[in-house]
């Protein structure tokens, strides 16, 4: 059976075909007719169909496809490109958020130390994750994991996914945004190499808390805002009805951002998206994260830094002009 919530409302063409391919293979069990052909036109018909629509979505259709439920999270792609992975929990100072995972490594071999976000699959799963909405204690056991990094001299990966920090009430208690500020200051002079990922949703401050890095990359349909479309719509229009219009004015893709010169390269995806499928989405993360790791894995501690700052400052730099009269 078809399994339609796997398809987002702009793919119902495609989910058109796969629904009679499905029932193709399904009567072909049980005919004497052979179907196969017919299947194999279908298919190519498919993956036709979704190379056209891909190769054209909405920064609105974008924002859906980084939002998928089916999509890869961090310790999806901790399974697929690392060996050797043991967790590390707890801030030492109040509790253990889940919504923030990490642990020791190995990448081809190497030592390393990753820190991602994480959400959840299933309803039980996303509310033990908090739905991806990391409160001051799970960027503190990021930060925790960060200076353990440095200790070993060990290079840290960081994968980004999330709608934004936690802003309950119980999170401003606790200082949430010293938290992250924090974790802005610590991560900008760490002495060891730092290449980030926005595999998802890049969300505000609770992306930036563990993004601050020497090499940021980033997936093909993933987004990184200051702000998700929808509340950019409440404030700007009163209402979320002009969240598409937001999200083209918040320049939230990867093509934008790496126009713009926020993000050092793209990652591409499997035709249809990351959702798709898994293994061939973090077999080019694999191998982007090879390489960036490469360019920046033997320079020194001190030159990484400098760089890392020019890097910082860079942002937002514009030129004047001044006007003939």
């Known amino acids: ?66 939002r998928h439920a089916k999509r890869p999270y961090t310790l999806d792609y901790v399974n697929h490109i690392f060996t050797d992975f043991h967790e590390l929990r707890g801030d030492r100072m109040f509790a253990d958020d889940q919504s923030i995972v990490g642990g020791l490594a190995r990448l081809s071999g190497k030592p390393c130390m990753i820190v991602g976000h994480q959400k959840g699959r299933d309803t039980k799963e996303r509310a033990i994750r908090n739905f991806g909405y990391p409160r001051p204690e799970g960027y503190r056991k990021a930060l925790r994991l960060m200076k353990l990094a440095e200790k070993f001299g060990i290079p840290l990966f960081t994968f980004i996914d999330t709608p934004g920090a936690w802003p309950g009430i119980d999170a401003e208690e606790r200082n949430q945004s010293q938290a992250i500020g924090r974790n802005l200051f610590e991560m900008s002079s760490l002495r060891i190499p730092i290449i980030s990922t926005v595999i998802g949703e890049g969300g505000s401050g609770g992306a930036l808390a563990i993004g601050v890095c020497d090499i940021s990359l980033m997936l093909q349909y993933a987004t990184y805002s200051v702000i998700s479309p929808e509340a950019c719509s409440s404030i700007l229009w009163r209402n979320a009805e002009h969240a598409n219009d937001a999200a083209e004015a918040l320049a939230l893709t990867a093509h934008r951002l790496k126009a713009l010169k926020l993000i050092d390269k793209i990652v591409p995806e499997p035709v249809g998206g990351a959702h798709r499928d898994h293994k061939g989405a973090a077999a080019a993360l694999k191998k982007s994260l090879t390489e960036s790791l490469r360019q920046i894995d033997d320079m020194p501690a001190d030159k990484l830094l400098e760089r890392r700052h020019e890097r910082l400052l860079s942002y937002g730099a514009f030129k004047e002009l001044s006007l003939e009269t």
């Open 1 to 66: 059976m078809l399994d339609k919530s796997v398809y987002l409302d702009f793919e119902a063409p495609i989910a058109d075909i796969e629904a009679k391919i499905e029932l193709l293979r399904f009567s072909d069990d049980e005919s004497a007719v052979d179907l196969s052909e017919e299947i194999d036109r279908l298919a190519v018909k498919s993956y036709a169909l979704t190379q056209s629509i891909y190769s054209k979505l909405t920064p609105g259709q974008i924002v859906k496809v980084a």
